[in-house]
Nanobody, 121 residues
Framework: QVQLVESGGGLVQPGGSLRLSCAAS????????MAWYRQAPGKQRDLVAR???????NYVDAVKGRFTISRDNAKNTVYLQMNSLKPEDTAVYYC???????????????WGQGTQVTVSS
């Protein structure tokens, strides 16, 4: 099967930076879109940024100019560099990967376990 292991969350002061990583492992044939979502307490899980297989990124307006999504296809890893963090960025961040296993012809979506990001002074 597939494992998505996230790392890089933590506590940071407003204006600070964090870098999240999410590494996919398992019997992976090909990875398509990779994305980051976040869920604040009492709110739904929302898309933050996604990166297509060709490397094209997309961002929600709230993070444009502050966050950068990137991927390393050789390592099956997606990153989220978060700069100029604000208290409203506080949430659990989840990676989301659409991929195809070696044993199937279809693409399925998998979620990471989540990593807490807290922005507070």
């Amino acid at each position: 099967q597939v494992q998505l292991v996230e790392s890089g969350g933590g506590l940071v002061q407003p204006g600070g930076s964090l870098r999240l990583s999410c590494a996919a492992s398992g019997s992976i044939f090909r990875i398509d879109t990779m994305a980051w979502y976040r869920q604040a307490p009492g709110k739904q899980r929302d898309l933050v940024a996604r990166i297509l297989s060709d490397g094209s990124p997309n961002y929600v307006d709230a993070v444009k100019g502050r966050f950068t999504i990137s991927r390393d296809n050789a390592k099956n890893t997606v990153y989220l560099q978060m700069n100029s963090l604000k208290p409203e960025d506080t949430a659990v961040y989840y990676c989301n990967v659409r991929l195809r296993l070696t044993s199937t012809l279809r693409y399925d979506t998998y979620w990471g376990q989540g990593t807490q990001v807290t922005v507070s002074s």
